[in-house]
């Protein structure tokens, strides 16, 4: 699987939009990006994934550049809820199907 | 509907003991994967499985070892514990489709330390 570089930390007040970049210049083909977050001592929750298009459900936006090799996860109206580590992961939709988690960007979501 | 739920939520162990660590799942899922996450770093997978009575390792699988006897469960053995091990061990099942989509749904982890 391709390797995401994601900033380490970043802040967003409550009410704005978060835009959480993630770099995966190496990304193949047949590889998609998938975002999961983890709120403290919690188990990891899923929140969106793409191919090549922009993606949007109830959580999140995923903007994925037309080259494939950097994406934004777009939270529209953070809540103090959305403070969390966000994981950027790329990988195959088939195979043994393992996620590789790197280190995450720290959200924190100032009230 | 639980989802995943794992078994105990927090010990503490003497180095040498043996433990084993529950994971079960309630959607019929027929992966299921065992993490480890120490503190500054990601997950990390320790083993997992495609199916009732298979088990494959992950990229940290020393020191450990596993069983799926049921597809329900997922059985994470530790036989002579080290402070190394000292984590929180987190599980997680999913349910492969086709059409390229999959979503690995966790636990809420489980806390070892190791004396």
């Known amino acids: 699987d391709a390797k995401t570089t994601q900033p380490p930390s970043m802040d967003c007040a409550e009410g704005r939009a978060a835009n959480l970049p993630c770099n995966h210049s190496?990304?193949?083909?047949?590889?998609?990006v998938y975002w999961y977050r983890q709120i403290h001592s919690q188990g990891p929750q899923y929140i969106i994934h793409g191919l090549k298009n922009n993606e949007t459900n109830e959580m999140a936006s995923l903007i994925i550049t037309e080259d494939r090799k950097s994406s934004t996860l777009i939270l529209p109206h953070a809540t103090l809820r959305d403070t969390a580590v966000y994981y950027c992961?790329?990988?195959?939709?088939?195979?043994?199907?393992?996620?590789?988690f790197g280190t995450g960007t720290r959200l924190t979501i100032i009230p | 509907n639980a989802g995943v739920t794992q078994t105990p939520k927090f010990r503490v162990l003497k180095t040498g003991q043996s433990m084993t660590l529950l994971c079960a799942q309630d959607?019929?899922?027929?992966?299921m994967y065992w993490y480890r996450q120490d503190p500054g770093m990601g997950l990390r997978l320790i083993h997992y499985s495609v199916g009732e009575g298979t088990t494959a390792k992950g990229e940290v699988p020393d020191g450990y070892n596993v069983s799926r006897l049921k597809k329900q469960n997922f059985l994470l053995g530790l036989e002579s514990a080290a402070p190394s091990q000292t984590s929180v061990y987190f599980c997680?099942?999913?349910?492969?489709?086709?059409?390229?989509?999959?979503?690995?749904?966790f636990g809420p982890g489980t806390r070892l330390l190791v004396l």
């Open positions: 959607m019929n899922h027929e992966y």
């Open positions: 997680a099942s999913s349910l492969p489709t086709t059409g390229f989509q999959e979503t690995q749904y």
């Open positions: 992961i790329v990988r195959v939709n088939f195979g043994n199907e393992k996620l590789t």
């Open positions: 190496t990304i193949s083909g047949n590889e998609y």
